[in-house]
């Protein structure tokens, strides 16, 4: 699929056709025709080198010696011992519970993401009445902070809550977010609650793309509102859809705030903890941040791993 | 675009890496020094402090403050609370680490003192001359059990909230229980008594410690209770966990009968159990009372151990003060550590807010408070019995290690307590043993 | 598909919006079902925020059904005062406002540039660019942290300083693909024309690039705004001085630490929660129109 704009060159091959930018004579761009582009992108660059590039890089050198913070002035022995802190963090019963537990909540999150967005961003496409209020409706838990809201369901699902209270007999117990079955996937219905306004956004946009006309030949056969849906709402926002699922995914993976919140830390018996929180607990609370750097690296080379094979399956062939 | 797409991305991230890696070994770890330690420890000047951000406290400090700047014009002293964060430990490490500690902190917590002397965060009191010297005369012998493993002191135990087990009159009237003389006295009557309380109808919950896992909660229910039954032992002592004996198996054992029958709740209360009246015991110190004043009609009683005990230990909960290496003007900074635990200062400090200096023969020193105090008086005769958090390597670790095997095997019950006491030991003595 | 649009003035936004608005009239109507669905999906999303309210303004918490609407008796709206009290909602506000708006700053007359040139200049090493721009999004914060505290703070002395503060979040990468995705949009044969002309490249930037663009703009705004609105590890580490913390930090801290001694304890923290989530609230519903806008759906295609 062709864009508009697009030249398709992907890679840093200069353009050797057309004329220059003063429409001067061709002449061999060795920066490329609008070698004026690399300034504008200077400070971009500069910045991911500077607060992403460095730190990541430190990052990789802290999870390769045996290192703590020191206050400054102060010499320690800092030894490579190349991928021991790798080891240790693998084969740590809490750091592997803790990615079942992150798969467990991708799991749950993802295709309930995917899901409920495309067909909320169907129906609020479709709405007239009472459009806007319905619109801000879904998007108001996703501009509000973690810390704030929640207070709220704890609030609402803690024993004598309100959930508990409708539930009446079928409540479970032990409650929600001290049940070790429940736990996680509670968390996943609080975090797919709070960032569905988003990836509806996202599908609600890429909706308006599709053009009418399809609706209407596709009513004209006789297909009702489900086959329109399957037929052509669905792999018309295929780009979407894999926007969708790579985003919630990441976002998913580094979890950290939400079961830190709403489970007090690990949860009951770690079967909340994320990969993150074992991070933060072991580098920032036990002053472990080598072991902490360790976790992080394999967590970031998991997560492009998923989302590599995922971009594969979702897209399919396209583009 | 895709094909193209991810070898940009791959090729960026090597790229990055690298780069990233190569400059941070180049400039990173960066330790210049800054030597010239020695004549820091006699200069004179402002200093920074930060004390606790409790409103009593907050209060004494800034009287404290304002007392010694009026007499100092030349070494003023600028205090603030402590930035707040769910603990203080990583609020002080983090500032070490960056280099903008303030000199003195009132809220150091002994079980964060090996990590930031690991750091090269503390300045060891024993280098001012009468360093040492201070801190026997007031506290006494309960001072060594702020000594670090090299031998040196880098804390001044400042106050103790030794940990009691409190109780709501008014719930336990409720219940049919006798509450001015309740029967406390042994764990098993403990047990007995959260079984009335909770069969009566009169609480829901007999008693309700976090149920959290942050590695400081064992303090609130396992320590205080182990410290009774062993009569003052430390978690670890000379690099060896202790607690998996019969005495701290049955300390265990005792709260996971509460849990089990309901008697204590798994999930975390929002808010102070106790002083909302959702709980008929409770676990604390001190300074609680005031949280306490006007909303329970409460009463206290010494942690019982197995069996009756005239003299029981318990739990210090003690913050104590210490001096950071950022320090510029140590002189002046030790010159106030010893204003601020004067006689005059502790006895402000006892007065207004209840927490009990570290200092020997209390209730001698303060007698006319204690007369007209008498509830406090039970604290400060048990604030010479305390046990502290004992003072080795990886402490934070060492707690978080025992918190996981009693959340697994007390709270939740998914391990017998003999298997995850096991389990912890061994991974305590070995965290003890590192360097 | 449907966006072979011929470039249009900045005028020519409302044009496309009435177009949307005409195609909403052809499509089928929302079934009553539906409808009613929808409704109750709406429902369920904003009823802890109607609790929250709620209970900001309870005097004493009541977790029962019946807590839910509000009792006359059990109202005061003295929780924000105690929070008021307890830490200064304004200057908190203050701080929150220009952390965030700095990264607004930031985000806007960077990424413009360098989505910009992602999109219609050809340079040397832009694929290398793109690659970084779809990296950081795939590295989780928290691992750099540590090390971006340390340099921060320490090697360059930013600590308690709004620069130090902004700088992590400087520029936005997902409003920077926002960006370029909606500067891919516009034909390159527009941008050659102007080339041919003799234009320069800031120049064609600014006069043409830009105004086809204000939706995204607007759009990368508000995406950017939610970010250091409610980000709390960061300025958390970075400020030790209450003066200089922004909302979400004395929140929290007030949470964690105060709230035990006030007279709600949760109807504060709701009070405060309420205040924190109040201005992202009035900016979305402000701006909610421009959100919707058509051309954003390119930027969802790869």
């Given at each position: 699929m062709t864009r508009p704009g697009s030249t398709g060159a992907p890679l840093q091959v200069s353009n050797l056709e057309g004329k220059g930018p003063k429409g001067q004579r061709k002449r061999p761009a060795l920066l490329g025709a609008q070698p004026l582009g690399l300034l504008f992108s200077a400070p971009y660059v500069l910045y991911v080198l500077g607060v992403l590039a460095f730190p990541l890089g430190y990052a990789v050198y802290i999870s390769l010696h045996q290192f703590y913070f020191t206050a400054p002035g102060v010499q320690v022995d800092r030894p490579f011992v190349g991928l021991d802190n790798y080891v240790t963090v693998l084969s740590d019963p809490q750091v592997q519970r803790s990615f079942i537990n992150i798969g467990i909540f991708l799991v749950i999150n993802v295709p309930l993401t995917v899901g409920l967005s495309l067909v909320l961003a169907n129906a609020l496409n479709r709405v007239q009445k009472l459009r806007t209020f319905f619109r801000v409706s879904y998007y108001v838990p996703y501009v509000t902070a973690s810390v704030a809201v929640v207070g709220v369901w704890l609030f609402l699902f803690q024993q004598n809550g309100l959930v508990n209270s409708l539930l009446g007999p079928l409540a479970p117990s032990p409650s929600w977010l001290v049940n070790s079955w429940l736990a996680m996937p509670t968390v996943a219905l609080y975090v797919t609650w709070k960032q569905l306004g988003f990836f509806i956004l996202l599908y609600l946009a890429a909706l308006q793309n599709i053009p009418d006309e399809l609706y209407e030949s596709a009513s004209v056969d006789g297909g009702n509102k489900w086959i329109q849906f399957w037929n052509i709402t669905v792999p018309g926002v295929r780009s979407a859809s894999v926007l969708v699922t790579l985003l919630a995914t990441i976002t998913g993976a580094n979890l950290f705030t939400e079961p830190y919140l709403l489970t007090g830390g690990g949860g009951p018996d770690g079967a909340s903890a994320s990969p993150v929180f074992l991070m933060y607990q072991k580098g920032i609370l036990q002053g472990n941040p080598d072991v902490a750097a360790a976790l992080g690296v394999v967590l970031v080379i998991g997560v492009l791993l998923v989302t590599l094979i995922q971009k594969r399956l979702v897209g399919g062939k396209e583009d | 675009m895709k094909r193209g797409k991810n070898h940009a991305r791959i090729l960026s991230i090597a790229a990055m890496a690298v780069l990233g890696t190569t400059l941070a070994a180049c400039g990173g770890g960066g330790a210049t020094g800054t030597g010239g330690a020695g004549s820091a420890t006699t200069a004179k000047g402002p200093i920074k402090i930060w004390y606790s951000n409790n409103a009593a406290e907050v209060k004494w400090g800034k009287d404290m403050v304002a007392a010694w700047n009026s007499a100092h014009p030349d070494e003023q002293i600028d205090g603030q609370e402590i930035p707040a964060g769910k603990s203080s430990e990583e609020v002080i490490g983090a500032a070490i680490t960056a280099g903008n500690a303030p000199c003195l902190v009132f809220n150091t917590s002994p079980a964060a003192v090996p990590q930031f002397q690991k750091q090269g965060g503390?300045?060891?009191?024993?280098?001012?001359?009468?360093?040492?010297?201070?801190?026997?005369?007031?506290?006494?012998?309960?001072?060594?059990?702020?000594?670090?493993?090299?031998?040196?002191?880098?804390?001044?135990?400042?106050?103790?909230?030794?940990?009691?087990?409190?109780?709501?009159?008014?719930?336990?009237?409720?219940?049919?229980?006798?509450?001015?003389?309740?029967?406390?006295?042994?764990?098993?009557?403990?047990?007995?008594?959260?079984?009335?309380?909770?069969?009566?109808?009169?609480?829901?919950?007999?008693?309700?410690?976090?149920?959290?896992?942050?590695?400081?909660?064992?303090?609130?229910?396992?320590?205080?209770?182990?410290?009774?039954?062993?009569?003052?032992?430390?978690?670890?002592?000379?690099?060896?966990?202790?607690?998996?004996?019969?005495?701290?198996?049955?300390?265990?054992?005792?709260?996971?009968?509460?849990?089990?029958?309901?008697?204590?709740?798994?999930?975390?209360?929002?808010?102070?159990?106790?002083?909302?009246?959702?709980?008929?015991?409770?676990?604390?110190?001190?300074?609680?009372?005031?949280?306490?004043?006007?909303?329970?009609?409460?009463?206290?009683?010494?942690?019982?151990?197995?069996?009756?005990?005239?003299?029981?230990?318990?739990?210090?909960?003690?913050?104590n003060v210490a001096m950071y290496s950022a320090c510029k003007n140590q002189g002046t900074a030790w010159d106030v550590m010893k204003f601020a635990t004067s006689q005059d200062e502790d006895g402000k400090l006892l007065t207004e807010t209840g927490q009990m200096p570290m200092r020997k023969n209390l209730t001698t020193t303060y007698s006319d408070y204690f007369a007209k105090n008498p509830a406090y008086t039970q604290f400060a005769d048990q604030a010479s019995r305390t046990v502290e958090v004992p003072n080795v390597s990886n402490s934070v670790q060492i707690w978080q290690t025992f918190r996981d095997a009693w959340s697994k095997s007390v709270i939740f019950g998914n391990q017998s307590i003999d298997d995850a006491f096991k389990g912890a030991s061994d991974k305590i003595d070995q965290l003890a043993g590192q360097k | 598909m449907a966006l072979d649009n011929v470039p249009r003035t900045a005028a020519g936004e409302p044009a496309q919006a009435k177009q949307n608005e005409a195609s909403v009239e052809k499509r089928a109507h929302l079934g009553v079902g539906s409808f009613i669905l929808l409704a109750l999906g709406a429902f369920v999303f904003l009823f802890p925020f109607y609790y929250m309210f709620i209970g900001s303004l309870q005097t004493s918490p009541d977790t029962s059904v019946a807590g839910a609407f509000p009792n006359p008796a059990n109202l005061t709206p003295e929780n924000y005062a105690n929070i008021n009290g307890s830490i200064n909602l304004l200057t908190g506000l203050a701080n929150s406002g220009i952390f965030t708006g700095g990264v607004i700053l930031g985000t806007v007359v960077f990424g413009i540039l360098v989505g910009y040139a992602l999109a219609q200049m050809q340079f040397r090493g832009r694929g290398v660019v793109f690659g970084m721009l779809l990296l950081v999004q795939m590295v989780p914060f928290q691992l750099l942290l540590i090390p971006l505290y340390v340099m921060i703070v320490r090697d360059y002395g930013l600590a308690d300083n709004y620069l130090?503060?902004?700088?992590?979040?400087?520029?936005?990468?997902?409003?920077?693909?926002?960006?370029?995705?909606?500067?891919?949009?516009?034909?390159?044969?527009?941008?050659?024309?102007?080339?041919?002309?003799?234009?320069?490249?800031?120049?064609?930037?600014?006069?043409?690039?830009?105004?086809?663009?204000?939706?995204?703009?607007?759009?990368?705004?508000?995406?950017?705004?939610?970010?250091?609105?409610?980000?709390?590890?960061?300025?958390?580490?970075?400020?030790?001085?209450?003066?200089?913390?922004?909302?979400?930090?004395?929140?929290?801290?007030?949470?964690?630490?105060?709230?035990?001694?006030?007279?709600?304890?949760?109807?504060?923290?709701?009070?405060?929660?309420?205040?924190?989530?109040?201005?992202?609230?009035?900016?979305?519903?402000?701006?909610?129109?421009?959100f919707i806008s058509t051309n954003i759906g390119s930027s969802v295609k790869g």
């Open positions: - | 503390l300045v060891p009191l024993d280098s001012f001359p009468d360093g040492a010297q201070y801190i026997k005369d007031r506290t006494g012998d309960l001072a060594d059990q702020y000594k670090s493993s090299d031998g040196k002191t880098y804390q001044l135990p400042w106050k103790s909230n030794p940990v009691v087990l409190f109780y709501n009159k008014d719930l336990f009237k409720k219940a049919g229980l006798d509450s001015e003389n309740p029967k406390l006295s042994t764990q098993s009557e403990v047990l007995d008594t959260a079984r009335s309380l909770v069969k009566s109808g009169a609480v829901q919950t007999a008693i309700w410690p976090s149920p959290s896992s942050d590695f400081y909660q064992p303090w609130f229910d396992f320590y205080p209770f182990y410290a009774a039954s062993s009569q003052g032992s430390q978690l670890v002592k000379d690099g060896k966990s202790t607690f998996n004996d019969d005495q701290g198996k049955q300390v265990a054992t005792m709260f996971q009968t509460l849990y089990k029958e309901k008697l204590a709740s798994a999930e975390a209360y929002q808010g102070d159990s106790f002083a909302e009246g959702k709980s008929a015991m409770a676990l604390a110190g001190p300074w609680a009372i005031a949280a306490y004043k006007d909303k329970v009609n409460w009463g206290a009683v010494p942690v019982p151990g197995p069996q009756k005990q005239d003299k029981s230990y318990t739990f210090s909960d003690a913050k | 130090g503060m902004i700088l992590p979040f400087a520029i936005n990468s997902t409003a920077v693909f926002v960006f370029r995705q909606y500067f891919l949009q516009l034909p390159s044969t527009l941008f050659e024309a102007a080339r041919i002309d003799g234009a320069s490249e800031l120049r064609i930037l600014w006069q043409i690039a830009i105004p086809l663009v204000r939706p995204a703009i607007v759009t990368a705004i508000l995406l950017t705004f939610i970010g250091p609105w409610n980000e709390f590890l960061w300025p958390f580490l970075v400020t030790k001085d209450a003066a200089m913390q922004p909302l979400a930090v004395s929140l929290a801290n007030y949470i964690s630490n105060v709230a035990a001694t006030a007279a709600n304890p949760f109807g504060a923290i709701l009070a405060g929660a309420c205040v924190l989530a109040a201005p992202a609230v009035a900016l979305f519903i402000f701006f909610q129109r421009q």
